[in-house]
Every structure is written in C-alpha cells, then in structure tokens.
C-alpha cells in the first residue's frame, strides 16, 4: 500500500467543549482515523494511492454538528504525476 496521511482540528469558537460532530467521506480512497466525537478534536486523514495512475482525484470530507454553519465540507484534491524519464 502508498498511503500519505495529515491532520485537521475540529473545535468550537468558543473556549468551552462541544460540539459533538460526525464525519463522512465520499471517495473509497479517503479514510479517516476518527470519524465521530466532541471539539476539540484531531482527526487524521489518510488517502491510499495504490494502484492509482497519473491524473487528478476529487473527494470531499464532510463535518456535520449541531452548529450554525453545518456542515462543512472539506474539499481533498489528489494529483498524481510520474517523474519525466528523460524520453
């Protein structure tokens, strides 16, 4: 497997706790670490390239909590290319 991972914050912009927030993705590809709890949180991103060829790939994240601004979604582009052999 050629995975690649990074992380994200979920919290409140208030100092306090909460919200409690589900996390969805709708590409096979994209899995996350976490996909459920209460801000603040870390949530770590990993996307596996395996088998993947030269091209670009489109996913998103969505984060959805009792808030006034959900959900939010988080766009993920991958862009594959293969070093110039020189040919």
Request: hydrophobic share 30%.
């Amino acid at each position: 497997r050629l995975t690649f991972s990074k992380s994200f914050e979920i919290r409140n912009s208030e100092p306090t706790a909460g919200p409690d927030w589900v996390a969805t993705v709708d590409s096979p590809w994209i899995t996350l670490d976490s996909t459920s709890g209460t801000a603040p949180s870390t949530v770590q991103v990993t996307v596996d390239i395996t088998g993947f060829g030269p091209g670009e790939y489109q996913g998103k994240i969505t984060i959805t909590a009792d808030t006034v601004n959900s959900p939010v979604e988080i766009p993920v582009t991958l862009r594959i290319d293969f070093p110039d052999d020189g040919e």
